[in-house]
Structure formats: C-alpha cells, structure tokens
C-alpha cells in the first residue's frame, strides 16, 4: 500500500525551457545551467524556489526523488533519505531522516542540507515548515511519462548534473519512440481493455484512475484503462462493478501475490474475461508502475508485452 500513497512524488516544468526543445534545448540548458547560480524555479506547489549555489549535501525526502538523484551519479551528495527510500541499495545506507508520510524536521535539519527533494501531497505542510525555517526545498510531483522525464531534466538542473539527466531522458525517450512507432498503426478497437489492481482489501479493489502516470502507461503501452472513467484518481471498485468492466487485461502490482492464480483466487471472477482468457499478470517489482523514476520505462515496455504479445513477443 505504501507505494500507492508514495505515488505523488516529482517536479513538473514547462516543456519549452528557454523558448526552444529537442536538441536546442539541450544546448541552452548546457550552456546556461552549469554553474549559472543563483538560479529560480517554480516547483509543483507553485512555489518560486532559488537555489543559492550548486548543492553539496542533499536530502531526499521521498523514493522516487532517491531514485533520480542516484540515477544522475549524486548518490555521494545525498545525505538523508526517508525510510522507504530503498533503491538503488547504496540510498539504504544513507541517513534515514523518518517517515514519508511525517519525515522528520528536526533529523533533516541536523544533516545541514543545501537543498531538499520533496514532494507535495501528503508531504506539503512539511515543505512549508522546512522553507518557514529558511531551508531550500524543491517539491516534486509528476503525472504522466513526460512529466518524469521533465522532472529528471529539472532535477538536474538544480543540482549542476544537466549533462548526466539528458543522457538519461535522451535513453528514455529512445525507449519510449521504439514502443509508440510500434503501436503507431494500432486502430482504436485493437486498445486492450486494461484494470490495473494495485490493492485488494476485503471486498473492494483499488485502482490507478485518470491523472495518474499508472494510467499514461497503459495508453502509451496499446490499452485503454477501464478505470479512466472514474472521477478520482485512485478510485475503488466493488467485485460487482469490476465485473461490469469485464476487462481484458488484469495488471496486478504483486502487493502480496506473487502470482496470476493468487490473484485470480482471491478476486473469485472466474467469468471475467481476463480470467477465462488467462490475461492475468503480475508485475513483480511494483516500484515499475508505481515510482516516477527513470525506472518507470521498463514498466512500460513490460505492459506493452502484457498487452501486445505479438508486436513485444518479449520482455
């Protein structure tokens, strides 16, 4: 559970940074990024936040944000990370300042950040209590694939590793053509009918709705999430109403099962369409469809498997 409640976790930026994209973009952002502190940003509570100087110690106050920043090779400038922060393993061994839910104030000021990776949602009050005591703190929270891949770019900026994150979006989003130019021809009555259960508890299931990045991956990978339809982004089915979906793909975030018959046992709809069909999979490391990390590719390209065996016969 504690992933679905992880899930608000990264920057959006506006596309066109310095008026231009792609490959100019890129250049601008070298040109002017590395070493041009101070510098403003605007982070996802619409806060304008100056960062003074290029950071030397970071702490991360969220799984994603830990991600991120080892991904970009500072994993020697982060100095704090929340208990939940487990990956890659080296972030383990770092300072653990608490709780994501309540992190604490007090253990995040002794580590003497010089900027904070935060996330707005449940963490908000605490970025407001951190900046009220003059600390530098970026809020974090994307929505979709594009805004991770935003998010890693500004994450780079931030810290002086401008390089480093365009290498790393140049790959994701090479990744993320090949599997679009693939399904470029698919018609919309070839979209598969997709529920993605992240969570069961009694006779309810809880699943990833419109707004979520949960649900721009199921629309990139070839499907059409069944859950769109709700009016909240983590709605909550009755076995009754999932029945009435009838999808034709299940997607279930392991969260106990750690197989397709589990899952299947414990729904009890063996007339639903992705039960009889045998369209029921598991994704095993949820942090792939959970974590808005540069990660969050492969659980692309895993879905479009689950989806489209015959155009990605391979995972």
């Known amino acids: 559970m504690r992933r679905l409640i992880v899930l608000p976790i990264i920057l959006i930026i506006p596309l066109f940074i310095f008026g231009c994209?792609?490959?100019?973009?890129?250049?601008?952002?070298?040109?002017?990024?590395?070493?041009?502190?101070?510098?403003?940003?605007?982070?996802?509570?619409?806060?304008?936040?100056?960062?003074?100087?290029?950071?030397?110690?970071?702490?991360?106050?969220?799984?994603?944000?830990?991600?991120?920043?080892?991904?970009?090779?500072?994993?020697?400038?982060?100095?704090?990370?929340?208990?939940?922060?487990?990956?890659?393993?080296?972030?383990q061994s770092k300072e653990k300042v608490g709780d994501f839910y309540a992190p604490s104030v007090e253990k995040t000021l002794i580590l003497e950040p010089d900027v904070i990776f935060a996330t707005g949602g449940v963490q908000s009050e605490v970025v407001e209590q951190l900046d009220s005591l003059g600390q530098v703190v970026v809020a974090l929270d994307p929505k979709s694939i594009d805004e991770i891949l935003e998010a890693v770019r500004l994450t780079g900026k931030v810290t002086g590793s401008i390089e480093q994150a365009q290498q790393i979006t140049r790959d994701m989003e090479q990744r993320i053509k090949a599997v679009r130019d693939k399904l470029a021809d698919l018609s919309p009555g070839e979209k598969v009918d997709t529920f993605v259960l992240v969570w069961i508890e009694d006779s309810k299931v809880f699943s990833a709705g419109p707004g979520t990045f949960v649900s721009s991956i199921i629309s990139l990978a070839?499907?059409?999430?069944?859950?769109?339809?709700?009016?909240?982004?983590?709605?909550?089915?009755?076995?009754?109403?999932?029945?009435?979906?009838?999808?034709?793909?299940?997607?279930?975030?392991?969260?106990?099962?750690?197989?397709?018959?589990?899952?299947?046992?414990?729904?009890?709809?063996?007339?639903?369409?992705?039960?009889?069909?045998?369209?029921?999979?598991?994704?095993?490391?949820?942090?792939?469809?959970?974590?808005?990390?540069?990660?969050?590719?492969?659980?692309?390209?895993?879905?479009?498997?689950?989806?489209?065996?015959?155009?990605?016969?391979?995972?």
């Not at 709605?235 to 099962?257: C, D, F, R, W």
């Not at 969050?296 to 989806?307: M, Q, T, Y």
């Open 222 to 315: 070839g499907g059409y999430n069944v859950a769109d339809e709700s009016k909240v982004e983590y709605p909550q089915y009755s076995i009754e109403k999932l029945m009435e979906k009838n999808p034709e793909v299940i997607i279930s975030t392991a969260h106990g099962y750690s197989n397709p018959e589990q899952v299947k046992e414990v729904l009890h709809l063996d007339n639903l369409a992705a039960v009889k069909n045998d369209k029921v999979f598991i994704v095993e490391d949820s942090d792939l469809l959970t974590l808005p990390g540069p990660r969050i590719v492969d659980g692309l390209e895993l879905v479009s498997h689950f989806l489209h065996p015959d155009i990605f016969p391979s995972h």
């Open 21 to 91: 994209t792609g490959v100019d973009r890129e250049k601008a952002e070298s040109a002017t990024g590395e070493g041009a502190y101070p510098l403003t940003i605007e982070d996802s509570l619409g806060r304008q936040v100056v960062i003074p100087e290029k950071p030397r110690r970071i702490v991360s106050l969220a799984p994603a944000n830990t991600e991120i920043l080892f991904s970009l090779g500072l994993g020697e400038k982060v100095v704090g990370v929340t208990d939940y922060c487990d990956y890659p393993v080296e972030a």
